[in-house]
């Protein structure tokens, strides 16, 4: 037997059918699991005796077990000792490349609890924790941060989820320092994932906040079509919104607000800096796609049909006009731009290193005002930076001393 | 004339140690492009940047580098010391969850002090001997940047593939190395994708190219 997930007969957020090996046509295709508008399938694996489903919905992942013989149906989520009332949790099936066992390898982590690994029984639902990320230094408890989730309103009305995690003795307040982090393109969705590294903002008394911004599936395939092609600009008007949503509850201010995006999340910057410069104190976007026009008409640079399908083909004059009228360096104008920190590789072929260079040099040219635009080459590497576990760290510390400097912080 | 030389060779003493201390901002230079498409011109003062090979690029790149460390000059020390926190929370000699593969168990683990990770398997249990399929820090060696993905064992045990980007460019060189002999294979297949898919036959494997 064949199972297959699809997206067949308007099935959006996918379904799962299954067909005879001896007979593949869609004709013979069987529902296992219908199309929900509400939950997002977003992986399946197959075992000897049962399916394990990882399915979103509202933003937050269960895992559900199925028997062939519809002799079982649960959630993992309901039978586990692990935390899932706090909504900033990750949740995942692991690998699993055994496929006669009743065990299923689970992955799980949260803003506060660092990675887990763990092994459940789906016979007599018992879990093992097979692993923990250890974080050194004698001084890491999860009980020291404190994790939420939030709802901004956008401008067409939507609920935007927010998920927030700070050190507990990190007072709210106009004064207090907040990273806002976004992506929101190609359906990617940022996880509310534990960081070793983010400890040191954290620690530092910064906030740190994830814009589950259109463009990404947080909420469903129907999140990700609202927030690309002629929709794109949904996914730069969410995170203002969630800005705008943070300051007005006093978890920040303008003064105090940062925001940071690589890649695609390079162009959230560039776009959010164009329509709401007076926002944020600081921001910085790494590998930016900024020159998103340029870019899109160039045919030597190679470009895949994913890049046409999440932002057009500027060859139509349609495309064209919608494109332009966001792309960041297009867009630049006469306003105080942001602190701004620009990094990028020389050897970046996903979004090469011109893009930023140019940005950087045009915004100069407009910027009004002292704050500091300040562009890092790695002259060795590409788009994912270093390769190395350790030498990755370099850039990081400088990103987060750009902040700390702004705040006036020096230790 | 030997004075005025002295106070030429000080004044230029003086003017590039003050460069020096508080570098300037780049000015790259304006070479207007005209872009024109659907009726509409966009005129691009920095379209010149585009070429790599030219010299010019690189020095420009070079003085935004010097212009953004000495905006964060003051903050050198701190970065120091924020790298040794963040790495000092890092457990240096760590390694994966073993899980079992058609008869051998595989862990993926790093040594202390060393940036790659070194993959591993155990046949059968995990009380036998280690067998090293790939230490990244050997292969690492002669490069500022070194990426192995899409490993993948042939269904025989015998040969291993597995992509290398050493330019951070997402774009493979796939390589085999037969795992009894521990020599790799002559042939290699570039400009592709990490991830291969072997056949039953452990002699063949599919991949993907872009284009």
């Given amino acids: 037997m064949f199972y297959i997930t699809t997206n067949a007969d308007y099935s959006t957020n996918f379904k799962i059918v299954k067909t005879p090996i001896s007979n593949t046509n869609k004709s013979n295709w069987e529902d296992v699991i219908q199309h929900s508008d509400d939950i997002l399938i977003d992986d399946l694996e197959l075992f000897s005796g049962f399916m394990a489903i990882e399915q979103r919905e509202n933003g937050l992942v269960y895992l559900r077990v199925i028997g062939y013989d519809n002799d079982m149906d649960y959630f993992i989520n309901e039978n586990s000792s692990l935390d899932f009332q706090n909504e900033t949790y990750s949740f995942s099936l692991g690998y699993n490349p055994e496929f006669n066992t009743e065990n299923v390898r689970l992955s799980y982590n949260s803003l506060t609890v660092p990675s887990t690994i763990l092994e459940f029984n789906t016979n007599n639902k018992q879990e093992k924790i097979l692993k923990q990320q250890e974080v050194l230094g004698n001084k890491f408890n999860s009980d020291n941060y404190t994790s939420e989730r939030l709802f901004a309103i956008a401008h067409d009305g939507k609920k935007i989820p927010i998920s927030i995690v700070r050190h507990k003795d990190t007072k709210l307040n106009s004064d207090t320092p907040l990273l806002q982090y976004g992506y929101g393109s190609y359906g990617i969705t940022v996880d509310p994932r534990f960081s070793s590294v983010r400890l040191s903002l954290l620690d530092r008394g910064f906030v740190y906040a994830i814009a589950h911004i259109r463009g990404s599936q947080y909420l469903g395939r129907e999140w990700y079509e609202d927030g690309r092609v002629f929709n794109k600009k949904n996914t730069f008007m969410d995170f203002i919104s969630a800005s705008e949503f943070l300051i007005e509850k006093k978890y920040t201010s303008p003064d105090h607000l940062y925001a940071m995006g690589g890649s695609a999340g390079g162009l959230l910057m560039g776009a959010i800096m164009n329509m709401s410069p007076e926002l944020y104190n600081g921001v910085i976007s790494a590998v930016p796609f900024v020159d998103v026009v340029t870019t899109m008409l160039d045919e030597s640079i190679p470009l895949t049909t994913g890049e046409y399908d999440e932002w057009g083909d500027p060859n139509i004059k349609e495309f064209y006009d919608y494109m332009l009228s966001y792309s960041p360096y297009d867009n630049i104008k006469n306003v105080e731009y942001p602190n701004t920190l620009v990094t990028t590789g020389l050897h970046d072929s996903q979004v090469q290193y011109w893009e930023p260079a140019k940005w950087v040099a045009k915004l100069r040219d407009y910027h009004q005002g002292d704050n500091k635009i300040i562009l890092h080459t790695d002259m060795d590497a590409g788009h994912s930076g270093s390769s190395g576990r350790f030498e990755a760290l370099k850039e990081i510390a400088m990103e987060y001393a750009f902040l700390f400097m702004l705040e006036g912080i020096n230790q | ?211």
């Fill in chain 2, 1 to 211: 004339m030997d004075k005025q030389y002295l106070v030429i060779i000080s004044f230029l003493f003086i003017f590039s140690s003050c460069t020096d201390m508080k570098t300037t901002l780049p000015t790259p230079k304006k070479e207007d492009k005209l872009l024109k498409i659907h009726g509409d011109t966009r005129v691009d003062p920095y379209y010149w940047l585009n070429n790599r090979e030219n010299p010019e690029v690189i020095s420009y790149l070079e003085e935004e580098n010097k212009y953004s460390q000495s905006v964060l000059k003051s903050t050198k020390k701190f970065q120091k010391e924020l790298f040794d926190e963040m790495k000092g929370r890092i457990k240096e000699d760590d390694s994966s969850v073993p899980y079992l593969l058609n008869g051998y168990w595989y862990i993926t683990r790093y040594e202390k002090g060393k940036e790659y990770p070194i993959y591993t398997r155990k046949f059968m249990s995990l009380d036998s001997k280690e067998e090293i399929m790939l230490d990244v820090n050997e292969m690492a060696k002669d490069y500022e940047y070194y990426q192995v993905s899409g490993l993948s064992v042939s269904p025989d045990n015998k040969k291993i593939s597995f992509g290398v980007d050493t330019l951070s460019r997402r774009i493979y060189t796939i390589n085999v190395k037969n795992l009894e002999t521990g020599k790799m294979l002559s042939d290699e297949i570039k400009g592709v994708n990490s991830y291969t898919a072997w056949s039953s036959d452990s002699k063949t494997f599919f991949l993907h190219r872009e284009r």
